[in-house]
């Protein structure tokens, strides 16, 4: 048996199963759900070394998880005075029919657990952690690597969250024409968070977690495939900026890491490996996003990842980046954003009246706030470009960026030393 297909098939068929019997059970039942399928992966490990793995796995997984939950429901007392749907006044066979298992109701679920997981009662931090554990089917360990902490901590969040999940009865259930606006915000910002975990990963070890961006994306794209009998629709125009986004960011993920895993700059980047399929799909789904009552974060960051998607490195590209980056500013003021426009301004009037743009953010405690800086001043002020490599070194966390960071501290070293009289 290959080794790698029972972990493979876990990362594509756990949301969908724990999504389903939950749809079918209730949300409060989510921790049962999870043992569930975690019991019928178990069985397929033990069932397929010993005997084979069946014609079609999928299928044989789906009839485990059917039969597992078939059994609780019939012999854990308490879960069947909780269940919802009353199964419980049904048939047993009745009950096998209302698990169904077709595709679309898996997409049907997986679309109910993103809203509720993503519910505004819950904090955004635990709505990142619950979507990589429920419908990116993380482990604990995985959760606690690409979020930086400990599994004590992701343990203690994934708690609360379904606490207050509980707490609050919060129904598994799309949201209705009314709420749709708000809602759907909610699931965008984790969404948008949870590729942002990937593509920016703070793990010490990884510069990018493409599979926490696959799965990101994959979301997005299920609310702007999903056509409900009811007309209800999610494909609004943000919902395509931040696929859009994702594809062009997506497109310069061979280009971003070396040979060896490190960090590779945007200037230093091979063009030739940047992904041209990614990008035209971005294309399109930026064409959808267009809209002239609707401008999001989503649709100007969307643009900002286009042009630098152009491979020539041209005036007139830096200064709409420029003018882009002004205008999220004023909708949106993040740190970052803040900073990526002095690179930006760097590149339109030059590093030297870049420095006072860079400065007057006084974001010292900032890793990227130094990096700049260094950058910055690396050929106008030797010392002061290394004081602030040195800071920024303090102030890094991942064995990439400390590679990147100690590399431009050896050039301006050996910089000063041949300048010096």
Known sequence: MNNNLIPQLYRQEYSKMVSLLCSRFGIDQIDTAEDIVSETFLAAAETWGQKGVPGNPVAWLYKVARNNALNVLKHNKVFRERVKDNLVQQTTAHAEQELDFSEQSIIDSQLQMLFAVCHPSIPVEAQVCLSLRILCGFSIDEIAQ?????????????????????AEN???????NEAITSRLNSVLVTLYLLFNEGYYSAGTDTVLRKDLCVEAMHLVYLLTEYQAPSGLSFAKPD?????????????????RINATGGLVLYEQQDRSLWNQELINRGNHFFVQAANRETLSRYHLEAAIAWWHTHEKDSLEKWENILLLYNKLLILEYTPIAALNRAY?????????????????????????YHSLLGELYSELDTTKAIHHCKQALALTETVAERAVITGKLKALTEAGKHNSP
């Open 146 to 166: 690409a979020l930086l902490t400990t599994k004590a901590n992701i343990n203690k969040r994934l708690y609360r969250a379904k606490e207050k999940l509980r």
């Open 344 to 368: 930006a301004f760097a590149r339109v009037y030059g590093k030297e009246k870049a420095i006072p743009e860079a400065e007057a953010l006084r974001l010292t405690g900032n890793l990227f």
């Open 170 to 176: 919060i129904a598994l259930s799309l949201p209705g």
């Open 239 to 255: 919902v395509y900026a931040l696929l859009a986004l994702m594809c062009f960011q997506a497109s310069r993920f061979e280009a």
